[in-house]
């Protein structure tokens, strides 16, 4: 089993950064990906951004290309979203996730592809 704690949330204003910090921890850590998701109250949770646990390499959705971006410390356990020039349309609720291990095709960036997630971090953006 994998747990996920996440962290750096809180309320800023329009145009202000923010980062956010995954710690992963668990009898073991296998996991090929670690995600972003977040959920907007009324809407569904949508995928953010992943980076594969091996080699670092990101995906990001479209609307957060050039606002953010996911890093990850193999020696913490650690996955960090650091994002940058914030709109109130980022308001949300942020679940890091992290899948098995095992190969994968594509970036996994649906929900059900993720198996251990986070309680969550508040991001809210002011105007």
């Known amino acids: 089993q994998v747990q996920l704690v996440e962290s750096g949330g809180g309320l800023v204003q329009v145009g202000d950064s923010l980062k956010l910090s995954c710690g992963a921890s668990?009898?073991?850590?296998?996991?090929?990906?670690m995600g972003w998701f977040r959920q907007a109250p009324g809407k569904e949770r949508e995928f953010v951004a992943a980076?594969?646990?091996?080699?670092?390499?990101?995906s990001y959705a479209d609307f957060v290309k050039g606002r953010f971006t996911i890093s990850r410390d193999n020696a913490k356990n650690m996955v960090y979203l650091q994002m940058n020039s914030l709109k109130p349309e980022d308001t949300a609720l942020y679940y890091c996730?992290?899948?098995?291990?095992?190969?994968?095709?594509?970036?996994?960036?649906?929900?059900?592809?993720?198996?251990?997630w986070g309680q969550g971090t508040q991001v809210t953006v002011s105007s």
């Open positions: 980076i594969k646990w091996s080699d670092g390499r990101p």
């Open positions: 668990g009898r073991t850590f296998s996991s090929t990906y």
């Open positions: 996730a992290a899948t098995k291990g095992g190969r994968y095709y594509r970036t996994p960036r649906t929900n059900p592809e993720y198996d251990y």
